[in-house]
T-cell receptor, first 113, second 111 residues
């Protein structure tokens, strides 16, 4: 079983719909992250959480919200999806500390028509 | 200007070749450095950390030049399985593990 699991793996939806992407982890890590990846732009941080009561905006948080329901779960919501949110979304986790590597889920490919 | 810049490539090399990737970063407060590897449509995976004194892991050598704000990755004796996108990643002091990614350099190793 994967240590970091994202659901769904693929999603096609329409403009204006509310969408939730789920992430769960079995690594026991305190820190969780949501990124999006677009061709030519690399990975950009949307939101991150260092523990259950902690939520922080990343580089591109507008149009997104998150919920850290438990240490193992971190969900990303698009309240009213728009086409330029079409991207590959990754969840990642890391242990606490300055130089800990991040471990990524398999990604969610989201298309908004 | 992007905070972490890489030549996007693609680099097309024959098997057995030596190839080097470069990465520059603009924030002098950058603290930790990594190379990640990403296969097509897959998640990024940590390849190696980059230490100030330089470090080697098998066919892979990473170098850091803080004065020039420059990181490199050298791959010797390229294999077909090395074909992937290589992501240069930095973190900043006091930002507790947030990673800043370059856009990646694509490598294609041909038979």
């Amino acid at each position: 079983d994967a240590d970091v699991t994202q659901t769904p793996r693929n999603r096609i939806t329409k403009t204006g719909k509310r969408i939730m992407l789920e992430c769960s982890q079995t690594k026991g890590h305190d820190r969780m992250y949501w990124y999006r990846q677009d061709p030519g732009l690399g990975l950009r941080l949307i939101y991150y959480s260092f523990d259950v009561k902690d939520i922080n905006k990343g580089e591109i948080s507008d149009g997104y919200s998150v919920s850290r329901q438990a240490q193992a779960k971190f969900s990303l919501s698009l309240e009213s999806a728009i086409p330029n949110q079409t991207a590959l979304y990754f969840c990642a986790t890391s242990a606490a500390g300055e130089v800990q590597p991040q471990h990524f889920g398999d990604g969610t490919r989201l298309s908004i028509l | 200007r992007k905070e972490v810049e890489q030549d996007p490539g693609p680099f097309n090399v024959p098997e057995g070749a030596t190839v080097a990737f470069n990465c520059t970063y603009s924030n002098s407060a950058s603290q930790s450095f990594f190379w990640y590897r990403q296969d097509c449509r897959k998640e990024p995976k940590l390849l190696m950390s980059v230490y100030s004194s330089g470090n080697e892991d098998g066919r892979f050598t990473a170098q850091l030049n803080r004065a020039s704000q420059y990181i490199s990755l050298l791959i010797r004796d390229s294999k077909l399985s090395d074909s992937a996108t290589y992501l240069c990643v930095v973190t900043h002091y006091n930002q507790g593990g947030k990673l800043i990614f370059g856009q990646g350099t694509e490598l294609s190793v041909k038979p």
